[in-house]
């Protein structure tokens, strides 16, 4: 079983530049979500998805647009990329929504802006 | 917005010694709790998913138990191996979000 899958899992970008992260899952889960994680704050939130065609935003949104498609794909989407979002990058999904379910998470995409 | 604080930031133990690592968060209004273990340069594995029903959960050596009033959880790991060594961490479900405590870092020595 793939499980959680992101691509790519390293990525260099420049101040300003655009991309795209990749998550698919192949369990058929509804929920699925992006979190950052930064030495010293722990992860944190950008987007979520409880189906396809639904998003909402998380904690913290800005600089980053999410779309659902598919129940298999969740792609994140930076704008124009910023040194701030230096960080890795994980994509979570979960069978039923967050509420009480298990989350499962990918390997993480190690994102550098320079 | 739910904090969450893991105690101790890091920990190293030698080999056979059984530890405990705590998680504190300030809402009680969770719908579980899960314990997750992230290696080096890895994603997050999950270890034990606690509902707020629950008082604890049992997996192999590990134990978690969840006290909702006083916003506690503890993960228990029985005769420590070196292979444990990792970070561990908590994360409270409000709702459509998880909340993360920033981990403890384990080091099981030989």
């Known amino acids: 079983n793939a499980g959680v899958t992101q691509t790519p899992k390293f990525q260099v970008l420049k101040t300003g530049q655009s991309m795209t992260l990749q998550c698919a899952q192949d369990m058929n889960h509804e929920y699925m979500s992006w979190y950052r994680q930064d030495p010293g704050m722990g992860l944190r939130l950008i987007h979520y998805s409880v189906g396809a065609g639904i998003t909402d935003q998380g904690e913290v949104p800005n600089g980053y647009n999410v779309s659902r498609s598919t129940t298999e794909d969740f792609p994140l989407r930076l704008l124009s990329a910023a040194p701030s979002q230096t960080s890795v990058y994980f994509c979570?999904?979960?069978?039923?929504?967050?509420?009480?379910?298990?989350?499962?998470f990918g390997q993480g995409t190690r994102l550098t802006v320079v | 917005k739910q904090e969450v604080t893991q105690i101790p930031a890091a920990l190293s133990v030698p080999e056979g010694e059984n530890l405990v690592l705590n998680c504190s968060f300030t809402d009680s209004a969770i719908y579980n709790l899960q314990w997750f273990r992230q290696d080096p340069g890895k994603g997050l594995t999950s270890l034990l998913l606690?509902?707020?029903?629950?008082r604890e959960q049992t997996s192999g050596r590990l134990n978690a138990s969840l006290d909702k009033s006083s916003g506690r959880s503890t993960l228990y790991i029985a005769a420590s191996q070196p292979g444990d060594s990792a970070t561990y961490l908590c994360?409270?479900?409000?709702?459509?979000?998880?909340?993360f405590g920033t981990g403890t870092s384990l080091t099981v020595i030989p």
């Open positions: 994360a409270s479900n409000t709702g459509n979000q998880f909340y």
């Open positions: 979570a999904s979960s069978p039923r929504g967050a509420v009480s379910t298990e989350a499962f």
């Open positions: 606690i509902q707020s029903s629950q």
